[in-house]
């Protein structure tokens, strides 16, 4: 079985994010990028598979800038097999809109055929929480979001979610998109030696043109602004002080 | 205009507060049409037709649209997509499994979690884990969109609107529901709670997360995690706040043992009163808390719910 993992390439968590002052848009020069950390979680659990015997390879996407190349190389030394760039902006700044990478997506699947997709529930920069989602309806294959446990059978796989009621167990028929949620495992650090050897891996480029697709925004960015900001309060001395002030402000 | 508005419907019944909520940042669009669909929907219908601003109601009721499946429910909307400009629900889990997908089959854009509605075409989201506010126009001829309930109020009571069925288009047959494990609760929910105490890692164990819930059954509360306690399995999945978890604005949200990373704050910062108490003075929770108190929470939160 072929499992492909998108990845993206994203400010790193840790980052504190500032926004450009002519409110175009978020800072990102030169600051930290990373691998979206959800899509860790999705390259861990397509190496399990690996492991576990039940996958043969494990190939990571990216769209994107051409930087998106250390990501790839992360997901290599992770234990990916191989590894595909699709160039489709010019700069960071530039971030392809969900319908546009599972557009590209799907073409690269026509090519690949992989029998499952592993993604990230969401991108920690957007937050659209839709490619994988959008992808499989582009593909008219089955989706299972937010999972927390995934168990592939032969020509199905048996999903836990994560739904805002607690857990829902669904069964999809394989080929499928999976998207991980956070406790689906933790992901592996890459050992020197593997970041070495995934120097060697293969990784192929290409363009959003060589697929003739068209990534231009549906979505007009009009303006980035910083939130309203909080004001810190006070700290009270004690507990009787706070019941005071919480009894003052009528919410107790 | 008009709008095509995705009831909650969760086993028949509608889930009256995030559907009210998202009627209401809806209707300045255009006439609303909420669809309830399930394998019972007549209640939820019945239930939908009276929120103040309801137009019409639609009622799809198949076997095949139990549990809220993406691909039957997908199918379902995109079947009634042509008479709608906009196309929304309230972002819950199962609108987030759906909307996308919907609007793939569209071939538009999905707007995510808005949090302003600022005309038909123009939304403000948060992004970066709510450190910035966008600005976006959509160019596509409909609109896709899933709303942030905590950023609107809900609709009053009003109609009742006219109920109609619809055809289902029935069931893609690519999926099946196997279970699922809801864990039954007194407490109110927890989006739409007025109070909500949360508990991170620094309470310390499973056992002694009873604490919190204690403090939160004083309070009339529902009950909160980080991701930290909810990862160290104190905490069910459904209880974590945040960038990632549930986005929460109560009246009052008490944080304790909880540090305030960002994609913490992701979740309750539009709070109305946020009380923190923890014993590190440099915690971050402080710089956005309305009254800390430095505090093992072992000493504090027992008195507290003494003197409550
Ligand atoms: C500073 C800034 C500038 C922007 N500028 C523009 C602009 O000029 N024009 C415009 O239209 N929009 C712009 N946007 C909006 C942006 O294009 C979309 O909102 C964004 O693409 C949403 O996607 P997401 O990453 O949140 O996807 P999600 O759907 O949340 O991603 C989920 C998963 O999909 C996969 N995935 C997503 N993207 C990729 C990828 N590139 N490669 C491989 N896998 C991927 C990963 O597995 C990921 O975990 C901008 C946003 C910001 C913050
Ligand atoms: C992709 C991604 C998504 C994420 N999404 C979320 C999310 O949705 N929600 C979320 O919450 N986090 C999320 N996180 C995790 C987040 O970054 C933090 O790691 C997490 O919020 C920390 O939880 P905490 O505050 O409980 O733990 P810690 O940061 O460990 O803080 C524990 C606090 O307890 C205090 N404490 C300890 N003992 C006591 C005591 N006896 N009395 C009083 N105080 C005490 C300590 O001083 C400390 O401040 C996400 C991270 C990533 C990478």
């Given at each position: 079985m072929k499992v492909l993992v998108p990845v993206k390439r994203v400010i790193d968590y840790n980052v504190k994010v500032r926004v450009k002052a002519d409110g175009s848009g978020v800072d990102l020069a030169n600051v930290k990028m990373s691998m979206n950390p959800f899509d860790e979680i999705a390259v861990e659990e397509a190496i399990r598979l690996k492991e576990a015997g039940t996958a043969d390879e494990v190939v990571a996407v990216s769209i994107g800038v051409k930087q998106a190349q250390e990501t790839l190389r992360t997901a290599l030394a992770m234990g990916a097999d191989r590894a595909i760039l699709i160039v489709a902006a010019a700069d960071a700044h530039q971030d392809i809109e969900p319908l546009a990478v599972a557009k590209i997506l799907k073409a690269v699947i026509d090519e690949e055929q992989p029998n499952l997709v592993l993604a990230g529930?969401?991108?920690?920069?957007?937050?659209?929480?839709a490619t994988g989602q959008m992808l499989s309806a582009l593909l008219g294959w089955s989706q299972a979001t937010f999972a927390s446990k995934l168990e592939v059978n032969g020509d199905n796989a048996v999903v836990t979610r994560e739904v805002d009621g607690g857990l829902q167990t669904i069964k999809v028929k394989l080929p499928a998109i999976v998207t991980v949620d956070l406790r689906l495992n933790q992901p592996r650090y890459a050992s020197l030696p593997n970041i070495m050897k995934a120097k060697k891996k293969p990784l192929g480029e290409k363009t959003a043109a060589d697929y003739g697709v068209d990534v231009s925004p549906r979505l007009e960015v009009v303006k980035t602004a910083e939130p309203e900001a909080r004001q810190a309060g006070e700290i009270v001395p004690d507990v009787d002080t706070l019941v005071a002030k919480l009894k003052e402000r009528g919410v107790v | 205009m008009a709008v095509l508005l995705l009831g909650e419907v969760n086993d028949g019944e509608l889930a009256l507060d995030p559907t009210a909520k998202a009627v209401n940042a809806a209707k300045a669009l255009g006439e609303v049409t909420v669809l309830c669909a399930g394998a019972s929907a007549a209640a939820a219908g019945a239930a939908a037709a009276k929120?103040?601003?309801?137009?019409k109601v639609l009622v799809a009721e198949h076997p095949a649209l139990s549990h809220r499946l993406a691909e039957p429910t997908a199918a379902m909307i995109v079947s009634l997509a042509g008479d709608y400009s906009h196309i929304m629900a309230p972002a819950t889990s199962d609108a987030k499994n759906v909307m996308p997908r919907v609007a793939a089959l569209l071939d538009v854009m999905v707007i995510s979690d808005v949090s302003g509605v600022v005309d038909a075409d123009t939304f403000e989201r948060p992004i970066y884990a709510g450190n910035a506010i966008q600005t976006v126009r959509s160019k596509d001829a409909k609109k896709v969109v899933t709303l942030r309930t905590s950023a609107f109020k809900a609709a009053g009571k009003g109609g009742p609107a006219k109920v109609e069925t619809v055809d289902v288009p029935g069931d893609p047959g690519l999926s099946e529901w196997v279970e699922d494990k809801v864990a039954e609760s007194d407490r109110p929910e927890l989006t739409s709670a007025g109070v909500v105490v949360s508990g991170g890692r620094g309470v310390g164990s499973q056992g002694d997360f009873a604490l919190i819930e204690k403090l939160a059954d004083k309070l009339g509360a529902a009950v909160g995690a980080s991701r930290a306690a909810v990862d160290a399995g104190f905490a069910p999945n459904d209880w974590q706040v945040g960038q990632t978890g549930k986005v929460v604005a109560p009246e009052l949200y008490v944080a304790v043992g909880i540090s305030g990373a960002i994609q913490h704050l992701a979740g309750m910062k539009d709070s109305k009163i946020i009380v923190a108490i923890n014993k590190d003075p440099d915690a971050p929770i402080f710089q956005i808390a309305d009254y800390g108190l430095v505090a093992d929470l072992f000493q504090a939160v027992p008195e507290l719910i003494e003197k409550l």
């Open positions: 529930k969401q991108a920690i920069d957007n937050d659209m929480n | 929120i103040e601003g309801v137009a």
